[in-house]
């Protein structure tokens, strides 16, 4: 079984490879494969099909956006980060990489699978010559591995069914198979294959996520029901899964009565993306769409207010409304803790006046968005200031919501709230939030 995830992990690296310079932007053709002749017409096909849902309203432009944005961060996760920033979101190859990759990726790896057999058959044949020949090259002297003489992937798809018939207890196979129905847009198809893979992993929050998606979209989109709880019960595994998140939100938006409740779901979804992007700004949009349906009062909907703007990060809004001393916060009744902040031995020459200084506390476990937090500059240090419920940025995040929590503060050359390399902070855990603690915080640490 570890020789077979192996091998479908190096060749579906090759696969991307195949396609990293055009990605790129470098333009520079590799004589390995022709990009052009791999499934282009299925290309097409998705691509239209893709487009025609965006023109006749199925979907608004953030959420087609969002589409393909989340494609190609989930198939070009191993590609250097660098590499993802300098690409050209604008360009006519950039339009159609998505659609390829998406295409081309699941198809090689049915592909391998098909020819080389089920994993135990691998392991029994590691030593083989044209197993070898697979593992290092990606070929064989038949040209049995050339991208160029793989069947259409709705073959493929096909031959891998008719295979997981024979073997149902491969979760790998299954999960394979619904990754390729929906490729294919085959959802109710898609939906069975994830319901075999989840009985193999029950726990398993991505394949309750992948079900999920793939029953909404064989009802017409609607995440209600079954999708809605596998959702969820993804969350409470993982709660800070990204697609979950995604779909946790949009699933109480469906409803036109949870408008605060996506917010939320969107608010910690928002929390784990670059600030920096075109994903981040429509993320933020249909918070704003959200809180506008829902009429929200303050804080709330002045924070959301914000979020368009990348000089004013979302999880500070609420920071920025605090009085301009924070050493004497807004009264609470609820939970507070007193934080006194300085300077580790050191650390003097690594800080500038003018930096912005967090002081925050995050559950200990569960999401990392903060429960409270305190904004001012890196000349007010040594400080003291207190954290409070007051401070919260959403009902559910509340310090008095959790027993436990990390009580931290960093330093920000950039004024992120997202932490940047080179940041000084400190932190201590655990701080029991019941007790009022007071805690001593020494910034003597460098991201």
Avoid: C
Avoid at 296 to 315: H, R, Y
Avoid at 417 to 431: L, W
């Amino acid at each position: 079984m570890m020789t077979f995830l192996i091998v479908a992990g190096v060749l579906t690296a090759l696969a991307l490879l195949f396609l990293l310079p055009s990605l790129l932007g470098k333009g520079k053709a590799m004589a390995a494969i022709d990009r052009d002749s791999l499934n282009a017409s299925i290309a097409r096909e998705r691509l239209a099909a893709l487009e025609a849902e965006f023109e006749q309203g199925a979907m608004d432009e953030a959420s087609y956006q969002i589409a393909r944005d989340e494609i190609e961060r989930g198939l070009l996760d191993d590609i250097d980060a660098q590499g993802e920033q300098n690409m050209n979101p604008g360009g006519a190859m950039s339009h159609w990489s998505p659609i390829v990759v998406a295409v081309l990726v699941p198809a090689l790896s049915i592909w391998i699978y098909l020819q080389l057999g089920e994993p135990d058959a691998i392991e029994r044949n590691a030593r083989a010559p044209q197993a070898a020949s697979v593992e290092t090259h990606g070929g064989n002297p038949h040209n049995e591995g050339d991208a160029s003489n793989m069947p259409p992937i709705a073959d493929l798809a096909a031959k891998l069914a008719a295979k997981m018939e024979q073997d149902p207890e491969n979760l790998e196979g299954w999960v394979m198979l619904g990754r390729t129905y929906d490729v294919l847009e085959q959802y109710a198809n898609a939906a069975s294959a994830y319901e075999m893979a989840r009985s193999l992993s029950p726990e398993d929050p991505d394949l309750m996520v992948s079900l999920a998606e793939a029953q909404a979209m064989s009802s017409q989109g609607s995440l209600q029901g079954q999708p809605r709880e596998l959702i969820d019960q993804a969350l409470k595994i993982q709660p800070q899964h990204g697609k979950a998140l995604w779909y946790a939100g949009m699933s109480r938006f469906q409803t036109g009565t949870e408008y605060r409740e996506a917010v939320d779901m969107w608010m910690l979804l928002l929390m784990q993306m670059d600030e920096s992007t075109e994903a981040y700004a429509q993320v933020a949009e249909i918070i704003r769409e959200a809180a506008g349906h829902g009429g929200f009062e303050p804080p709330l909907a002045a924070q959301v207010d914000t979020l368009p703007s990348i000089q004013a990060p979302p999880m500070m809004a609420q920071a920025q409304t605090q009085p301009e001393s924070p050493q004497q916060p807004a009264a609470t009744d609820g939970a507070a803790i007193k934080v006194t902040v300085r300077l580790g031995d050191g650390m003097a020459d690594k800080i500038a006046p003018g930096d912005t200084l967090f002081v925050y506390a995050r559950a200990l476990e569960g999401p990392r968005m903060p429960l409270a937090i305190v904004r001012v500059t890196a000349a007010d240090l040594p400080f003291d200031t207190e954290l409070n419920d007051a401070q919260a940025m959403m009902p559910a995040m509340r310090l008095s919501n959790f027993p436990q929590v990390v009580v931290g503060a960093r330093v920000s050359r950039s004024g992120q709230a997202i932490a940047q390399p080179g940041d000084v902070f400190g932190e201590v855990s655990p701080v029991d939030v019941a007790a009022g603690s007071n805690v001593q915080i020494v910034i003597d640490q460098v991201k």
